[in-house]
């Protein structure tokens, strides 16, 4: 069985993430690049889900024990999960952004 190649696209290194003491108002632009990112992280999530499921088909066909595989298996769902959820959040900051563009007497 060979290994499965996983494309990650590799973060911006020109980026300077916030930081607690660089604390400044977060911008749509920022919170649309962020969106990109868990694009990118969710997909490359899946692609390890999908390799990870894939491999333990294989095993199981032939015999091997795939219990530890399936536990990392779990891990990799939940870790997506977490990812979708934190996705969300930035769909409703942006949402909220823009509200703000839209409407500055908003106070959202």
Excluded: C, N, W
């Amino acid at each position: 069985m060979q290994p499965t190649r996983i494309e990650v696209e590799p973060q911006d290194s020109d980026e300077e993430l916030p930081t607690p003491s660089a604390a400044r108002p977060l911008t749509l632009a920022y919170e649309r690049r962020m969106l990109a990112q868990a694009d990118r992280d969710i997909a490359a999530a899946q692609a390890r889900i999908d390799a990870q499921a894939d491999r333990l088909a294989t095993l199981a066909r032939d015999g091997h024990e795939i219990g530890s595989g399936r536990r990392l298996l779990d891990v990799f769902k939940a870790t997506l999960q977490a990812m979708v959820e934190h996705r969300q959040m930035i769909v409703e900051q942006i949402e909220r952004l823009s509200q703000r563009e839209t409407d500055p007497k908003t106070d959202a």
